[in-house]
């Protein structure tokens, strides 16, 4: 994903690979971790759309400011443990479509200089729009490869 183009793609495809996939997970082990200190579906979701805000808020960072400097962002010292078993789903992945619409708006209207301004980054060598971008389509991957392992979980399905 070395273009502008493939990344707005994926970005764009995401809620309807996310969304299903989520929707197919039963209800019984929706909110249920896999052990302690791992995400459940439910959470794996909700994060997704929790972390919208932190994207558009670093965009206006970096396209407004000179020298921009992005604080990492880790979920496990950020937020509480059970922000996202308490979010409802179904409002979470309502805004993570509409919020994606949005985002895949804004940042198709971009121009090239954009997307290549830089920031100092806590834990990157180097970080541009583009990185940070195609980064959340990998993002957004991650965790519905997550979401689908907790799906296919062979032990849950038995019960």
């Keep these: 994903m070395n ?20 929707r197919e997970v039963r209800p019984s082990v929706l909110k249920r971790r896999p052990q302690p200190g791992r995400w459940s579906a439910h959470e794996h979701a909700c994060h997704l759309a929790h972390v919208h805000a932190l994207f558009f808020s670093r965009l206006d960072q970096m396209l407004a400011s000179p020298r921009p400097v992005i604080t990492p962002y880790n979920p496990d010292k950020s937020d509480p443990d059970e922000l996202l078993l308490n979010m409802d789903l179904d409002q979470s992945l309502r805004q993570f479509e509409a919020d994606r619409r949005r985002l895949v708006t804004r940042i198709r209207g971009l121009t090239p200089e954009e997307w290549a301004r ?31 392992e907790l799906l296919l979980k062979k032990e849950w399905s038995e019960e």
Aim: hydrophobic share 55%; no cysteine; glycine share 2%.
């Design 118 to 148: 830089a920031a100092s980054h806590g834990e990157y060598s180097h970080y541009s729009v583009f990185i940070m971008f195609r980064h959340l389509a990998l993002h957004d991957f991650l965790h519905a490869y997550r979401i689908e």
């Design 3 to 22: 273009s502008t183009a493939a990344v707005i793609d994926a970005l764009e495809r995401a809620p309807a690979i996310v969304v299903p996939l989520v």
